[in-house]
T-cell receptor, first 112, second 111 residues
Framework: SAVISQKPSRDICQRGTSLTIQCQVD?????MFWYRQQPGQSLTLIAT?????????ESGFVIDKFPISRPNLTFSTLTVSNMSPEDSSIYLC?????????FGEGSWLTVV | GQQLNQSPQSMFIQEGEDVSMNCTSS?????WLWYKQDPGEGPVLLIA?????ELTSNGRLTAQFGTTRKDSFLNISASIPSDVGIYFC???????????FGTGTSLTVIP
């Protein structure tokens, strides 16, 4: 398994601002993912964070809104840009190891 | 994308009762994962299944990989209050690089 740390764990953000979420893994992993979970909903994949190249985004998510960095095999960031109340969600970093997905504890963002 | 349907959507049970929930997909999977999510936290892996027909236990939890490879089941025996949470199933898309998640089953245990 992997130990995945996310920062911040919670934040209240002003409409129109941007926030960067950090994800640190305790071991080197090839595949890192960012998910969004809106209140009362299941998890939706935002993008796959590729080390050394641009992230691969799922339908409905774009780089301008959710820029992602992956500078090395243990770290990634997700920025939520120009936030609106609809962006209030839990954002989850995850890694794939041995055909299993492990999650960080999540970053709970509330946009006011 | 892939659709994973979980049933039931929510359950309210008395402490000590057994719980059964299931997950179905529209296509064949070679892996099924079951997670539990507490409020405000990330999902925690409970059980991973990798072979059709496989039955795996983790304490009071038992999960089965359906023989059709399009479904999976999770059972909890003798429920306790700390079993409260949302249970998600997950399975890989075709390349196996990413996982789809089910709609979730919300469990409430009444002491």
């Amino acid at each position: 398994s992997a130990v995945i740390s996310q920062k911040p764990s919670r934040d209240i953000c002003q409409r129109g601002t941007s926030l960067t979420i950090q994800c640190q893994v305790d071991s080197q992993v090839t595949m890192m993912f960012w998910y969004r979970q809106q209140p009362g909903q299941s998890l939706t994949l935002i993008a796959t964070a590729n080390q050394g190249s641009e992230a691969t985004y799922e339908s409905g998510f774009v780089i301008d809104k959710f820029p992602i960095s992956r500078p090395n095999l243990t770290f990634s960031t997700l920025t939520v840009s120009n936030m609106s109340p609809e962006d209030s969600s839990i954002y989850l970093c995850s890694v794939r190891m041995e055909n299993t997905i492990y999650f960080g504890e999540g970053s709970w963002l509330t946009v006011v | 994308g892939q659709q994973l349907n979980q049933s039931p959507q929510s359950m309210f049970i008395q402490e000590g009762e057994d719980v059964s929930m299931n997950c179905t997909s529209s296509s064949i999977f070679n892996t099924w994962l079951w997670y539990k999510q507490d409020p405000g936290e990330g999902p925690v892996l409970l059980i991973a299944l990798y072979k059709a027909g496989e039955l795996t236990s983790n304490g009071r939890l038992t999960a089965q990989f359906g023989t059709t490879r399009k479904d999976s089941f999770l059972n909890i025996s003798a429920s306790i209050p700390s079993d409260v949470g949302i249970y998600f199933c997950a399975g890989p898309e075709n390349t196996g690089n990413q996982f789809y998640f089910g709609t979730g089953t919300s469990l409430t245990v009444i002491p």
